[in-house]
């Protein structure tokens, strides 16, 4: 079964930083890209981050770029995003999303709050 | 970016009766590998998101079959034959043809 579980997420001033990791299992994880996309309240979904199978290559929506790094671990199953000068539009839950062109599967999400 | 518009943005149905989602993108979804990236996702309130169909017309594993997708191009209908209180909830299209991958705004159902 596979399964994707984000951690992280939490409270954090603006300029803070914070960094969600994302678990896989139930597949070869080395063998996906994989995708952060994030939903703010109410609102609807924003693909947010990609990297490629071996972290080589990595993609950012304009509003994030040069503040936030995703990475990836194939040895541990990891996928990360590192959050850097956060600002209160980064509020949203950020959802781990398998296989970006199908994303066939997400993670429950880690809420992120940037507020004073 | 590719521009994906979602109609109606809010839907009211009665239950047993059946529902009509549109999807438009700005640019055709036919990619180089012939395939039509274009998916149907389903999201409960404080649940992740779901995908239904996939590639345009097939239905995930445990979907049921009352769900169908069809479409070509840059014109997409997500249709559910007779909706069940389950199938609340918003309903978004999303493309992955082109870079980046593209969500519509959501479609709202809700039972009369």
């Known amino acids: 079964e596979v399964q994707l579980v984000e951690s992280g997420g939490g409270l954090v001033q603006p300029g803070g930083s914070l960094r969600l990791s994302c678990a896989a299992s139930?597949?070869?994880?080395?063998?996906?890209?994989m995708n952060w996309v994030r939903q703010a309240p109410g609102r609807g979904l924003e693909w947010v981050a990609n990297?490629?199978?071996?972290?080589?290559?990595?993609y950012y929506v304009d509003s994030v770029k040069g503040r936030f790094t995703i990475s990836r671990d194939n040895t541990k199953n990891s996928l990360y995003l590192q959050m850097n000068s956060l600002r209160a539009e980064d509020t949203a839950v950020y959802y781990c999303?398998?296989?970006?062109?199908?994303?066939?599967?997400w993670g429950q999400g880690a809420l992120v709050t940037v507020s004073s | 970016d590719v521009v994906m518009t979602q109609s109606p943005l809010s839907l009211p149905v009665t239950l047993g009766q059946p529902a009509s989602i549109s999807c438009r993108s700005s640019?055709?979804?036919?990619?180089?590998?012939?395939?039509?990236?274009l998916n149907w996702f389903h999201q409960r309130p404080g649940q992740s998101p779901r995908r239904l169909i996939y590639?345009?017309?097939n239905r995930d594993s445990g979907v049921p079959d009352r769900f169908s997708g069809s479409g070509s191009g840059t014109d997409f209908t997500l249709k559910i034959t007779r909706v069940e209180a389950e199938d609340v909830g918003l309903y978004y299209c999303?493309?992955?043809?082109?870079?980046?991958?593209?969500f519509g705004q959501g479609t709202k159902v809700e039972i009369k």
């Open positions: 139930g597949f070869t994880f080395s063998s996906f890209h």
């Open positions: 590639k345009v017309s």
């Open positions: 999303m493309q992955g043809s082109h870079w980046p991958p593209t």
């Open positions: 990297i490629n199978l071996d972290g080589t290559d990595t």
């Open positions: 999303v398998k296989n970006p062109r199908d994303s066939d599967y």
């Open positions: 640019q055709s979804l036919v990619f180089s590998d012939g395939y039509t990236y």
